[in-house]
């Protein structure tokens, strides 16, 4: 397949339309092989700068500019024969740990996220985007289910991967 330009690259462009080229192509050269879904796009919000795991992966660090380039996007994989997969809900810029190797925390309401980390997944919900992909992070401001760590014996704000709060109040 073609070697595409990332996302943060694809952002700043300025134009959203180079999103769904990009999901397009990528969707075309996947369906080819017979793959029908993607693990994309990158719906998240790279609000902040020390974050280890968005970073380029995100459009921008903007939720208004991050949006329609995630909706492009998974128009033009969709369009192509192929599912797309917003991720990370419920949106993994504002973290400072990479959650492939601890637990990120996000102390945020959820009025604050309603503002930024939620838009782009509104708006590729509103687009008819087909799949989400959870984020395995605690918000403790907004999740009310708890779990007791079995390696620390701890009470835990329950991950958004395992959380009704997260997974059918909100997402659903």
Do not use: W
Not at 62 to 68: G, I, Q, T
Not at 97 to 113: A, C, M, N, Q, R
Not at 126 to 135: E, F, L, P, Q, V
Request: charged share 20%.
């Amino acid at each position: 397949g073609c070697s595409m330009p990332g996302n943060m690259c694809v952002g700043a462009t300025a134009d959203a339309e180079n999103g769904y080229k990009n999901g397009y192509i990528i969707g075309k050269e996947l369906k080819a092989v017979g793959i029908n879904c993607d693990f994309a796009p990158v719906l998240d919000v790279n609000n902040n700068p020390a974050n280890p795991s968005c970073n380029l992966r995100s459009f921008s660090a903007d939720h208004a500019y991050a949006a329609p380039f995630g909706v492009e996007m998974a128009k033009g994989l969709q369009d192509a024969g192929v599912a797309a997969t917003g991720k990370h809900f419920p949106g993994h810029g504002d973290t400072t740990v990479d959650s492939h190797t601890g637990l990120p925390i996000v102390y945020k309401t959820l009025d604050e996220l309603m503002k930024a980390e939620f838009i782009p997944f509104i708006e590729a919900s509103k687009s008819g985007i087909y799949m989400y992909m959870t984020a395995h992070m605690t918000f403790p401001l907004v999740a009310k289910e708890s779990y007791v760590s079995k390696q620390t014996g701890k009470e835990m704000v329950a991950p958004a991967t395992l959380s009704k709060t997260f997974l059918t109040d909100i997402l659903r």
